[in-house]
């Protein structure tokens, strides 16, 4: 198993004491935290696409109030390439 953070610098790791939040770490130095890593990834994304820290983290919170994509969304990158279409409701409740 090999470790991205080892080709990139980065990386995501739980932080606090029951583990609820999640760091962004970058070469041992703490960049940001933030309780969801899916915030910390659209902010690590956009930092490395060329965004500087303050529209990084402005892009990450307008990606985390966006929420999931709705199924006309999914279907629009679909390719039919023998496996099944998107779900109606990916996450059953």
């Given at each position: 198993?090999?470790?991205?953070?080892?080709?990139?610098?980065?990386?995501?790791?739980?932080?606090?004491?029951?583990?609820?939040?999640?760091?962004?770490?970058?070469?041992?130095?703490?960049?940001?935290?933030?309780?969801?890593?899916?915030?910390?990834?659209?902010?690590?994304?956009?930092?490395?696409k060329g965004a500087g820290?303050?529209?990084?983290?402005?892009?990450?919170?307008?990606?985390?109030?966006?929420?999931?994509?709705?199924?006309?969304?999914?279907?629009?990158?679909?390719?039919?390439?023998?496996?099944?279409?998107?779900?109606?409701?990916?996450?059953?409740?």
């Open positions: 198993m090999t470790n991205q953070s080892t080709r990139t610098g980065w990386e995501i790791r739980p932080i606090g004491s029951a583990h609820t939040g999640r760091s962004l770490i970058f070469n041992g130095e703490i960049k940001g935290s933030h309780p969801s890593a899916f915030v910390l990834g659209a902010y690590l994304d956009a930092i490395l820290d303050r529209d990084a983290w402005i892009i990450a919170k307008a990606v985390a109030k966006r929420g999931w994509p709705m199924l006309e969304e999914r279907m629009a990158v679909f390719t039919a390439d023998g496996g099944p279409p998107p779900s109606e409701r990916p996450f059953k409740s």
